[in-house]
């Protein structure tokens, strides 16, 4: 039992110093030399949980997509109206991912491996079904216009919370993610959602989204 805690805290070592150096180089500038410095392990260690770069890249992927999901979960409940459930979504990629070294360095693997996928089915794919099952709910909730496609805003809400999430990461404003993401929705909702119901959901996602929640 000791042997096996110790081996799982090793990987745990391994994992965080990956993410750290990913994050920082990217998966490309990225060696596992960087790693087994920053991760403070041997590289016989390194090598015992992971075969190559891109399988302990991989493994950073699962990680942070585990905590990201993790977090979503109270947003995924049933009761919660789904349109507020996207808005929470939206909340969480800026919470965990301005904050959350692990989830950072997934969000930028995802984009530099190129099949946004860790060990398992691709991240993006996964998340598409999701927000289409919350837009099609929000269509019946009476939250979406009556002449509006939820599977096309599903989609396009997806691209447009990964959109800012990068856009702050490539310009080096991830602090200011927060306000891009209410002044998205501040721009989206008047398009999607009926008149009646616009300046609710604009509260409630400037709540949601206040940069010191």
């Known amino acids: 039992m000791v042997r096996q805690e110790r081996a799982e805290a090793t990987r745990d070592s391994v994992l965080r110093g990956a993410a750290a150096v990913f994050l920082r180089l990217g998966y490309a500038n990225a060696s596992l030399s960087e790693i087994i410095a920053e991760s403070q392990v041997t590289k016989g260690a390194l090598y015992f949980h992971f075969g190559s770069k891109e399988e302990l890249a991989r493994a950073v992927i699962d990680e942070g997509s585990a905590r990201f999901d993790a977090k979503c979960e109270l947003w995924l409940d049933r009761r919660t109206p789904a349109l507020e459930s996207l808005i929470g979504i939206s909340s969480v990629i800026v919470d965990i ?22 060990s398992g089915p691709a991240t993006l794919d ?36 990964s959109g800012v999430r990068l856009m702050a990461a490539a310009t080096g404003t991830v602090r200011e993610l927060s306000d891009s993401m209410k002044a998205s929705w501040n721009l989206i909702l008047p398009i999607v959602v009926p008149e009646s119901k616009v300046e609710y ?7 949601r989204l206040a940069s010191d929640h």
Not at 102 to 109: E, P, Q, S
């Open 201 to 207: 959901f604009r509260q409630f996602a400037a709540r």
């Open 126 to 161: 996964v998340w598409l079904d999701i927000y289409r099952e919350l837009a099609s709910r929000a269509a019946d909730e009476g939250d979406l216009r009556s002449d509006a496609d939820s599977a096309d805003i599903a989609r396009f809400l997806l691209e447009v919370a």
């Open 97 to 118: 991912g301005a904050h959350d070294a692990m989830v950072r360095a997934t969000f930028r693997l995802l984009v530099e491996i190129g099949d946004y996928r860790g």
